[in-house]
């Protein structure tokens, strides 16, 4: 008996799942239906993901060379700025050196002018003070050198600085069109 206690359990509980399926099955379509659609959905976005984190790698390679570029170019801008500021510098001394050679062959006219008037007058106060105007002589003559030679050397350095700052903004030029060139060619292939 017990066995066909268990039959007709067995039996009622397949007509229940046949009765739940049948209410239910529809609904348990749909939400595998929904399911796989998602599962679709979220397979196209990870290949979105994909393709993004891509393009963007090559964005940041991109940025990174076009920084690179920018900092050279920055060196070089303040390197010709530094150029520039050393010129300007080497101008305002050979000015003060061309004023001072100017004090200078002025003291040693008036030295000069001096030594005549001392050899007219007295010889014995001339010997006396022809060893002391030598000697200032000399020291006017060889500061006059000096300076004469430093002019001469920083005429020269100025020109020489010159020609490598019309060098450097050549160069710049040629950067900036180089830049110019590339961003076009970067515009057009996107």
Known sequence: MSETLSLNKLEKLIELET???GEYQRQLDDKDATIAELKNDKAALEG??????????????TIKDRSGKSDDTQALEQR?????????NMKEEVAVAKSRLKALQK?????????????KYDPQR???NLD????KLAEKTTAAD????????ARSENSQLELKIKEL????EKSQEAQTDAVGEDQEAA
Do not use: P
Not at 80 to 88: A, G, M, P, V
Not at 107 to 119: G, N, Q, S, T
């Open 19 to 21: 009765q739940l399926r």
């Open 146 to 153: 000096k300076l004469q030679k430093s002019l001469t050397q």
């Open 80 to 88: 010709n700025r530094e150029l520039h500021n050393r010129s300007e």
């Open 169 to 172: 903004e050549s160069q710049l």
């Open 132 to 135: 002391a105007s030598k000697k």
């Open 48 to 61: 979105k993901m994909a393709e993004l984190e891509k393009t963007i790698s090559t964005q940041l390679a």
């Open 126 to 128: 001339l010997r006396k």
């Open 107 to 119: 003291d040693l006219a008036a030295e000069r002018a001096e030594f005549a008037e001392l050899k």
